[in-house]
């Protein structure tokens, strides 16, 4: 039941990205929703199941974007585990943490897809992908992420859901 | 007399229980009517604007169809049904696959000109990299002085014609279409217009920005070349069969 609930929420994120996210686009750049899903999964749950949702939603994206399959699958495994890891390496998960954790995860995501998409950048071009597209991309997925987190983390309060990492520590 | 005092009473008592019942109590389930009537007017609203949606559509596609029939190419008529799937291609996703025929490197185009290339195709649904990919490069022609040179996107989303003769006379607001060089467009396709040109000291050829014919942002149906008969001028080339010597 838990799988199949895990796979309609991926292939739901994708859809959205597909067809919503011109909606959220600011200034010609707009959100990875499937990132945001593997990261938050990670920060809200444990390391495997963002490894799990992340290779999914990644899996499908792949299906859709141009570049090799398994680029994104890869990519978003991985910042699904090391959201995941972060909830070990603090206390507590806070929204400031889950800001410079996505940052983070964001640029170096961005950093290999735009190498992956785009080998033959010259210089400049490789300086406006970063500046105009790489970092405000990364910052606007720490903002939509910690808004995200930020949300659940009150209704899970509400609810007296008890976080993960509050539980183990 | 005696009667017309009491008379003028029970008349004007008359006329306003009257008033009261026409305007207070008869209009009692006015209000809920009104609210029922609303509602109707909200639907009916949502049904117009519906319609009217789908005619717009119907029509942008019609045309599409109609000039499908005048081309002398085989195309599939396709819907766009996502775009930006990642911000590092410029890429849509269109409703028509491997089972409607269509294969990688097909061109795509509208009834206005090009607009990208097939990259990826899947059972159902096919990716098309748009113009203002750098991943795609097309083989492009001044229309005007014949100059050929290559067309290719930039990361920030600009199309650049590359590689144009040193020598060429390329003004800014000239036509370019396709020049048939590449499999997968005919010749003669309408790409956009020269929007600056621009030829460095030390460069061996002249570029030029250019203003694609086909708004990208706006684009909702399209056709995918699957075949086309090599234009005229194409077919009266010279062959490459050998010259029989006697």
Not at chain 1, 8 to 33: E, M, R, W
Not at chain 1, 113 to 137: K, M, N, R, T, W
Not at chain 2, 77 to 96: L, Q
Not at chain 2, 198 to 225: R, Y
Request: charged letters at 15%; one cysteine or more; hydrophobic letters at 45%.
């Amino acid at each position: 039941m838990l799988i199949a609930l895990h796979i309609v929420l991926c292939i739901a994120t994708v859809i959205a990205q597909a067809t919503f996210s011109s909606l959220l686009t600011i200034h010609d750049v707009y959100p990875d929703l499937c990132l945001i899903l593997a990261c938050l999964v990670g920060f809200l749950s444990n390391e495997y199941k963002g490894l799990i949702i992340g290779l999914t939603v990644g899996l499908l994206q792949d299906l859709l974007t141009p570049g090799g399959i398994g680029i994104n699958m890869i990519l978003k495994g991985l910042a699904g585990t090391l959201a995941g890891v972060t909830t070990h390496t603090v206390s507590t998960v806070t929204v400031s943490a889950v800001v410079l954790v996505t940052v983070v995860l964001s640029l170096g995501c961005g950093l290999a897809s735009l190498i992956v998409a785009y080998p033959a950048l010259d210089g400049s071009e490789a300086f406006h992908a970063i500046s105009s597209i790489l970092i405000p991309q990364a910052l606007y997925h720490s903002i939509l992420s910690a808004g995200i987190f930020w949300l659940i983390h009150k209704i899970r309060h509400a609810f007296g859901v008890v976080h993960f990492s509050h539980k183990r520590a | 007399m005696i009667l017309e005092g009491p008379l003028q009473v029970v008349a004007s008592i008359q006329d306003s229980v009257g008033e009261t019942w026409n305007h207070y109590i008869a209009l009692q389930h006015v209000w809920e009517e009104n609210q029922s009537l609303k509602i109707e007017i909200q639907k009916l609203q949502g049904e117009q604007n519906r319609l009217r949606e789908q005619a717009i559509l119907a029509m942008d596609f019609q045309k599409l169809l109609t000039y499908q029939a005048t081309v002398p190419m085989t195309t599939v008529p396709a819907h766009i049904i996502g775009r930006k799937v990642s911000n590092w291609y410029r890429a849509m996703v269109i409703d028509k696959g491997a089972q409607d025929g269509i294969h990688v490197e097909m061109g795509v185009i509208t009834n206005a000109g090009v607009v990208g290339r097939i990259v990826r195709v899947n059972p159902t649904t096919s990716i098309m990299l748009l113009l203002s990919d750098p991943n795609v490069a097309i083989t492009g022609m001044i229309q005007s002085s014949r100059d050929e040179g290559i067309i290719q996107g930039t990361p920030q989303g600009a199309i650049h014609m590359k590689y144009l003769p040193p020598l060429s006379s390329v003004q800014v607001g000239d036509t370019i279409v396709t020049s048939g060089l590449t499999d997968d467009f005919p010749r003669g396709l309408h790409i956009g217009h020269i929007q600056q040109v621009t030829k460095a000291a030390t460069d061996l050829f002249q570029s030029g920005e250019v203003t694609p014919i086909v708004d990208f942002s706006k684009l909702e149906s399209v056709l995918v070349i699957t075949s086309f008969q090599p234009t005229i001028s194409q077919e009266s080339q010279p062959s490459a069969e050998p010259l029989s010597v006697p």
